[in-house]
């Protein structure tokens, strides 16, 4: 019988591109990963929902180019030097939409990134026309850069997503649950984050393996909620 861990042990995501499953949803953007820095203009636009997988993209080419990644809210301009000596990624440029001096220290650190020819990879939710950033040339810079986009899952990556959040917990479900969810939760990478750490809360504080039964009734419990 299958048993989950009986303390509460922090997520620990595995981020290497041996455990990306590729699939028809996102194989573009992977192509676009294991190309290297090998992008028209040297950047590129990565663009999906939340637990799509852009993080896990971004690392796994990190690892393979030794790119610096920082949060565009994190970003300022005495950074900027430094930054540019190599490869970069920017996670999370819409975050600084109203924030003036990170646009800023962004635009300045897209132009010597591709002065010093080296390759910047940024990403987002929305396509990058719906980024809405107010500082005109660092919008319109952003929209030039090729870009690549996560779609839904499909039933097969959807499962292999669920399996990857309970590993990344050290969980190991009954064979019938991961099926079970597929055909019955929300179609989206953030419903598979919030049911993966909504019944790994509810199996530790039950003391109970994470079943089919368990899955049944918190699905049951969200559908009543709404």
Do not use: C
């Amino acid at each position: 019988m299958a048993q989950q861990l009986s303390f509460d042990l922090p997520a620990i995501p595995a981020l290497g591109r041996e455990d990306f499953f590729v699939a028809p949803s996102n194989a573009m953007a992977v192509a676009m990963i294991d190309a290297g820095t090998n992008w028209p203009g040297g950047k590129l636009v990565l663009t999906g929902p939340a637990g799509a997988g852009k993080t896990h993209l971004t690392h796994a080419w990190s690892t393979q180019t030794r790119a610096r990644i920082i949060s565009a809210r994190d970003l300022t301009d005495d950074m900027v030097p430094d930054l540019a000596r190599a490869p970069v990624a920017v996670e999370d440029v819409p975050d600084i939409a109203q924030d003036p001096a990170a646009q800023t220290a962004l635009f300045h650190l897209h132009n010597l990134v591709l002065a010093n020819g080296q390759a910047l990879m940024l990403t987002g939710r929305p396509a990058p026309n719906l980024w809405h950033l107010s500082l005109p040339d660092l919008q319109s810079r952003m929209q030039a850069a090729a870009h690549v986009t996560i779609e839904a899952p499909d039933d097969s990556l959807l499962a292999v997503v669920l399996a990857k959040l309970f590993s990344d917990r050290q969980i190991l479900p009954r064979p019938d649950v991961i099926p079970y969810l597929v055909h019955h939760m929300d179609r989206s990478f953030q419903a598979a984050v919030d049911i993966v750490d909504k019944l790994d809360r509810l199996s530790l504080a039950e003391s109970r393996t994470l079943s089919r039964a368990l899955a049944i009734r918190l699905l049951a419990q969200e559908k009543s909620d709404e």
